[in-house]
């Protein structure tokens, strides 16, 4: 294939190209979860986001006036994901629509059995099988970046359900390696999404963000954040769920935690 053998050379050449110093700057400052990685990986997300910045094209809406910043913190999240494994640099995404803040969208919503209402959403942040763009809303996206305690990453949420939908279905499971991973995934997925509605419903404490109780969809971009975001209580509160994130992400973000947010 040589549009692959192509592609495959470009990109390692982007990754190989100069990282500029202002971005390790921004990075440290307003990422923790750049700043928590260790150098290596930060290393390998640096020539990612290379990529990613020269493949995937970025708009302004809204009067919005795109900075480095902005490409850069969307780049470096979504890039974090990718990290360890072969990818292919979300292959279905092609534009990224960035607003100042919340934004009205029209469309329909379902609600129960034939039951659909339409009109207008406010939303922080959306993507959509075969939409091809991803949208977010770059105070809130900046906000939950920034904060390394709420659990919440509006833009790592966005990007897992990019790679949720790379095998053509939006279910909750992305492409894995093995059938013993898929039967694996399916099953301690499938119990720990019950679990999440159950103590949704009993009005619990949980470590995860309820919303994840929606769909299996919401509950794997729900599952992405929290394993980024808070990995010591999810590690600790849902052991397994926590080796199949890790098992995915071939990250192991616990390890680092502790220590990074005692520094913080
Ligand atoms: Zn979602």
Redesign the pocket.
């Known amino acids: 294939m040589i549009f692959g053998f192509l592609k495959k050379r470009r990109r390692r050449r982007l990754r190989a190209r100069l990282i500029p110093a202002a971005w390790g700057l921004t990075l440290t400052r307003g990422l923790p979860v750049f700043r928590r990685l260790p150098p290596e990986d930060q290393a390998e997300l640096l020539g990612h986001v290379q990529v990613f910045l020269a493949e995937k094209k970025f708009e302004g809406c809204g009067g919005l006036n795109l900075t480095d910043e902005i490409r850069l913190t969307i780049a470096a999240h979504a890039c974090l994901l990718l990290l360890h494994r072969e990818t292919d640099y979300y292959p279905e995404l092609s534009t990224i629509l960035v607003y100042p803040s919340t934004y009205v969208a029209h469309g329909e919503r379902h609600l129960e059995g034939p039951i659909w209402e339409s009109g207008e959403q406010h939303l922080l942040?959306?993507?959509q099988h075969r939409l091809g763009a991803l949208v977010l809303a770059w105070d809130a996206a900046k906000r939950s970046a920034a904060n390394s305690s709420g659990g919440r990453n509006l833009v790592l949420?966005?990007f897992?359900?990019q790679l949720d939908f790379e095998d053509h279905a939006t279910d909750g499971t992305p492409v894995l390696t093995t059938r013993s991973d898929y039967a694996t995934w399916e099953r301690v997925m499938s119990r720990e999404f019950k679990a999440l509605r159950a103590a949704d419903e009993a009005g619990s404490l949980t470590v995860m963000d309820t919303?994840g109780a929606?769909n299996p969809?919401?509950f794997f971009?729900?599952a992405t954040e929290t394993f980024f975001e808070r990995p010591d209580a999810l590690r600790a509160v849902h052991p397994d769920l926590y080796t199949e994130l890790k098992r995915f992400y071939c990250q192991d973000p616990a390890r680092h935690f502790v220590e990074s947010v005692t520094l913080d």
């Open positions: 942040g959306h993507t949420h966005e897992a359900h919303y929606t969809a919401e971009a729900v």
